[in-house]
T-cell receptor
Framework: DADVTQTPRNRITKTGKRIMLECSQT?????MYWYRQDPGLGLRLIYY???????NKGEISDGYSVSRQAQAKFSLSLESAIPNQTALYFC???????????FGSGTRLTVV | AQTVTQSQPEMSVQEAETVTLSCTYD???????LFWYKQPPSRQMILVIR??????QNATENRFSVNFQKAAKSFSLKISDSQLGDAAMYFC????????????FGGGTRVLVKP
């Protein structure tokens, strides 16, 4: 099994729908991140969490919310999806011991 | 805020030749780390190489090496003896100081390898 698992892998949804992207990890890392990838813009940080009780906004948090249900689980929600939220979304983990970052395989979300 | 800029949207290289990808960054910090990540069509993010700012020696990993120019805030990646499997998106990334901090990415460079 992958160290960082994202579900779903691909998703098409309609404008205005609520959608949740899920991320779970078996790395034992305390820090988790949600990034969004768009062509030419690279990966931009949406939200990050340094532990279960610590949630922080990234540079592009508008229109998104997150929940850290446990150390191993970090979900991203789009309350009312819009077409410009069409992108590739990555979950990542890291820890204070500098063992590196581990990325999930991404969720490609299309909002029509 | 820190920014990372990759000025080359796409680079093409002949198999077995060398290609250099550019990256510049802006920071007022003295303690930071720089990374190059590879993203093949599988979408996986793969760490290629990392450089600690306090180290003057340029990092090397097999056919991949960097040219780290701290004063110029430049961090280029050289891929030697290019192989078809090197074809991918490459992202430069910055991390401020302490382990576990968030990464800031550049816009990416697509590398095409011609047989």
């Amino acid at each position: 099994d992958a160290d960082v698992t994202q579900t779903p892998r691909n998703r098409i949804t309609k404008t205005g729908k609520r959608i949740m992207l899920e991320c779970s990890q078996t790395k034992g890392h305390d820090r988790m991140y949600w990034y969004r990838q768009d062509p030419g813009l690279g990966l931009r940080l949406i939200y990050y969490s340094f532990d279960v009780k610590d949630i922080n906004k990234g540079e592009i948090s508008d229109g998104y919310s997150v929940s850290r249900q446990a150390q191993a689980k970090f979900s991203l929600s789009l309350e009312s999806a819009i077409p410009n939220q069409t992108a590739l979304y990555f979950c990542a983990t890291s820890d204070y011991r500098d063992s590196g970052y581990t990325f999930g395989s991404g969720t490609r979300l299309t909002v029509v | 805020a820190q920014t990372v800029t990759q000025s080359q949207p796409e680079m093409s290289v002949q198999e077995a030749e060398t290609v250099t990808l550019s990256c510049t960054y802006d920071t007022s910090e003295s303690d930071y780390y720089l990374f190059w990540y590879k993203q093949p069509p599988s979408r996986q993010m793969i760490l290629v190489i990392r450089q600690e700012a306090y180290k003057q020696q340029n990092a090397t990993e097999n056919r991949f090496s960097v040219n780290f120019q701290k004063a110029a805030k430049s961090f280029s990646l050289k891929i030697s003896d290019s192989q078809l499997g090197d074809a991918a998106m490459y992202f430069c990334a910055y991390r401020r100081g302490a382990a576990g901090n968030k990464l800031t990415f550049g816009g990416g460079t697509r590398v095409l390898v011609k047989p």
